[in-house]
């Protein structure tokens, strides 16, 4: 979280740029993976934590954004959604690397070596990957830009877009450097409010709840806690192909909200079979550590609960999971994309500490009716998605104009030129 802040991640996007960036956040990875593996005392593993979770705040605020500025308009959304299914391939890998070895003796130390892999390939790659054409045409590099362009484009498209960058920039240039305080004037604000309540409700509909709570459901209808992780995982990867596929054909908004209903549905059935089947047996305070557990009644709305989950996880990996990243990293204008993605970034992060700290909380004191607050909010993600604009094939700095007619912009679509260009 504290390098996912605007004030941190800012310096390192618009100052080194999105590749240097990502190179920067892979290195300090490295970095808090190997003093890890040589921890001896807790002290020293929790400062290792702690380094690798920097890279992790950086890395999550540039990766989509670097993809999204260099991929062409017809392919932005499949290409960022590349990053949610390599966070999903990930957690498969590693549930799977840590059924191996975590149990072994000074296994874990190896895990931390295996984990610097990855980030070892994506400094090597991205060596041989160009800088954002629009980070270079902001420093004033126009042919290094358009020669990226004319890579990745045909040349009759690189041009144009090059142009429609340099005009862009030109625009901003004559309001002098962007100020922190204009990120809550005008649309830029109202676009804030937008991606910040997109990253929170990615978290507040309850994902990593049901990561949490899944287990002690099985356990309950006599499956192994580590089965259903790894189903679960399994269920996630698989279910991020079809928003690499539809992206860009369904569009971001249709994969929001049908995702959004997908979860609300799950979460209305798992609290309806929950309340009614299901009992909560407190801890034996005669063991130790003992947690409590719970019991379903009828086998068969254990299975419905369980199925309830999997659905859950299909409907969110599609769409809210990888989409709203996508749809956050193209709303900006180039003149404050790398803050307010900062924001954002950091709203989801907080989002995600809400759900770890209180969801044990809720399942003590309100139960199975914990989801139906989840439903709540997977509800209002029905509501939202069903207003977005539709950003699909349309290039970015086009996208403002999406939002000229829309319920709480249109107030802003005359001075949208002021604030996006």
């Given at each position: 979280?504290?390098?996912?802040c605007?004030?941190?991640?800012?310096?390192?996007?618009?100052?080194?740029?999105?590749k240097?960036s990502?190179?920067?956040?892979?290195?300090?990875?490295?970095?808090?993976?190997?003093?890890?593996?040589?921890?001896w005392?807790?002290?020293?593993?929790?400062?290792?934590?702690?380094?690798?979770?920097?890279?992790?705040?950086?890395?999550?605020?540039?990766?989509?954004?670097?993809?999204?500025?260099?991929a062409?308009?017809?392919?932005?959304?499949?290409?960022?959604?590349?990053?949610?299914?390599?966070?999903?391939?990930?957690?498969?890998?590693?549930?799977?690397?840590?059924?191996?070895?975590v149990?072994?003796?000074?296994?874990?130390?190896?895990?931390?070596?295996?984990?610097?892999?990855?980030?070892?390939?994506?400094?090597?790659?991205m060596?041989?990957?160009?800088?954002?054409?629009?980070?270079?045409?902001?420093k004033?590099?126009?042919?290094?830009?358009?020669?990226?362009?004319?890579?990745?484009?045909?040349?009759?498209?690189?041009?144009?877009?090059?142009?429609?960058?340099f005009?862009?920039?030109?625009?901003?240039?004559?309001?002098?450097?962007?100020?922190?305080?204009?990120?809550?004037?005008?649309?830029?604000?109202?676009?804030?409010?937008?991606?910040?309540?997109?990253?929170?409700?990615?978290?507040?509909?309850?994902?990593?709840?049901?990561?949490?709570?899944?287990?002690?459901?099985?356990?309950?209808?006599?499956?192994?806690?580590?089965?259903?992780?790894?189903?679960?995982?399994?269920?996630?990867?698989?279910?991020?192909?079809?928003?690499?596929?539809?992206?860009?054909?369904?569009?971001?908004?249709?994969?929001m909200?049908?995702?959004?209903?997908?979860?609300?549905?799950?979460?209305?059935?798992?609290?309806?079979?929950?309340?009614?089947?299901?009992?909560?047996?407190?801890?034996?305070?005669?063991?130790?550590?003992?947690?409590?557990?719970?019991?379903?009644?009828?086998?068969?709305?254990?299975?419905?609960?369980?199925?309830?989950?999997?659905?859950?996880?299909?409907?969110?990996?599609?769409?809210?999971?990888?989409?709203?990243?996508?749809?956050?990293?193209?709303?900006?204008?180039?003149?404050?994309?790398?803050?307010?993605?900062?924001?954002?970034?950091?709203?989801?992060?907080?989002?995600?500490?809400?759900i770890?700290?209180?969801?044990?909380?809720?399942?003590?004191?309100?139960?199975?009716?914990?989801?139906?607050?989840?439903?709540?909010?997977?509800?209002m993600g029905?509501?939202?998605?069903a207003?977005?604009?539709?950003?699909?094939?349309?290039?970015?700095?086009?996208?403002?104009?999406?939002?000229?007619?829309?319920?709480?912009?249109?107030?802003?679509?005359?001075?949208?030129?002021?604030?996006?260009?």
């Amino acid at each position: 979280m504290v390098t996912a802040c605007p004030f941190v991640s800012s310096y390192f996007l618009e100052s080194l740029g999105r590749k240097v960036s990502i190179m920067v956040g892979s290195i300090v990875f490295i970095i808090g993976s190997v003093v890890q593996a040589a921890a001896w005392t807790s002290a020293q593993l929790l400062v290792g934590r702690f380094v690798a979770g920097m890279s992790i705040g950086l890395l999550s605020s540039v990766i989509v954004l670097y993809q999204s500025e260099l991929a062409p308009a017809s392919l932005r959304g499949a290409l960022s959604t590349l990053y949610q299914l390599g966070i999903t391939f990930g957690i498969l890998l590693a549930a799977f690397i840590d059924q191996l070895l975590v149990d072994r003796e000074e296994g874990w130390r190896v895990v931390m070596g295996i984990i610097c892999i990855p980030a070892v390939m994506l400094i090597i790659g991205m060596i041989f990957l160009p800088r954002s054409p629009r980070w270079l045409v902001s420093k004033g590099k126009r042919k290094e830009a358009l020669k990226v362009l004319l890579s990745i484009r045909a040349e009759e498209e690189a041009v144009a877009e090059e142009e429609e960058i340099f005009q862009e920039i030109e625009r901003s240039k004559k309001e002098g450097e962007p100020r922190w305080v204009e990120l809550f004037q005008g649309r830029v604000a109202r676009l804030l409010i937008l991606g910040v309540t997109l990253q929170l409700l990615q978290q507040l509909v309850g994902m990593n709840a049901f990561m949490y709570f899944g287990p002690k459901i099985f356990s309950a209808i006599g499956f192994s806690k580590n089965k259903f992780t790894t189903i679960t995982n399994f269920v996630n990867f698989l279910s991020t192909f079809p928003a690499v596929v539809l992206a860009d054909r369904a569009g971001r908004r249709q994969l929001m909200l049908w995702s959004s209903i997908g979860m609300t549905l799950s979460c209305v059935v798992m609290g309806i079979m929950g309340l009614m089947y299901v009992t909560q047996v407190p801890p034996n305070p005669a063991i130790p550590g003992d947690e409590g557990k719970w019991e379903v009644t009828d086998a068969s709305a254990g299975w419905a609960i369980a199925v309830s989950v999997f659905f859950f996880v299909f409907n969110f990996a599609f769409g809210f999971g990888p989409i709203v990243w996508v749809y956050c990293a193209e709303i900006f204008p180039l003149r404050y994309r790398a803050r307010s993605l900062g924001v954002t970034t950091v709203a989801n992060w907080v989002g995600n500490f809400i759900i770890a700290q209180f969801t044990p909380v809720l399942l003590a004191g309100v139960q199975f009716n914990t989801f139906f607050i989840f439903g709540f909010f997977c509800l209002m993600g029905v509501f939202l998605s069903a207003w977005l604009p539709e950003t699909k094939g349309v290039a970015l700095e086009k996208i403002q104009e999406l939002f000229d007619n829309k319920a709480g912009f249109k107030s802003t679509a005359e001075d949208r030129g002021s604030c996006s260009e």
